[in-house]
């Protein structure tokens, strides 16, 4: 069992910054690829990075590709999402999740998911 718990979320202009974080409860962190999903009202939560256990590996979506980096950090049992040049576009609620595959995408390939933080970038 794997608890997963975002912050950093808030309001910022466009062409802002944000770093988001999720603390995961549990000795087993690193052996879970990590990722990071987003979901707008009345949209579909879709994928936006994920990094593999060691943390040498990373997938993005292309809308946020150059724009955002995903990192972790095994011992503190942290994943993190720099967030650059934000875009109106990206409001959202985002949500990390943990999965036992190897390049997983796909929401149904994440075992454990946390609550959310709510990212919001005015125009």
């Known amino acids: 069992q794997v608890q997963l718990v975002e912050s950093g979320g808030g309001l910022v202009q466009a062409g802002g910054s944000l770093r988001l974080s999720c603390a995961a409860s549990?000795?087993?962190?690193?052996?879970?690829?990590m990722g990071w999903f987003r979901q707008a009202p009345g949209k579909e939560r879709e994928f936006v990075a994920a990094i593999s256990r060691s943390g040498r590996t990373t997938y993005y979506a292309d809308s946020v590709k150059d724009r955002f980096t995903i990192s972790r950090d095994n011992p503190k049992n942290t994943v993190y999402l720099q967030m650059n040049n934000l875009k109106p576009e990206d409001t959202a609620v985002y949500s990390c999740a943990a999965s036992k595959l190897f390049q997983p995408t796909m929401v149904k390939d994440y075992d454990y998911w946390g609550q959310g933080t709510q990212v919001t970038v005015s125009s």
């Open positions: 549990g000795r087993t962190f690193s052996s879970y690829t």
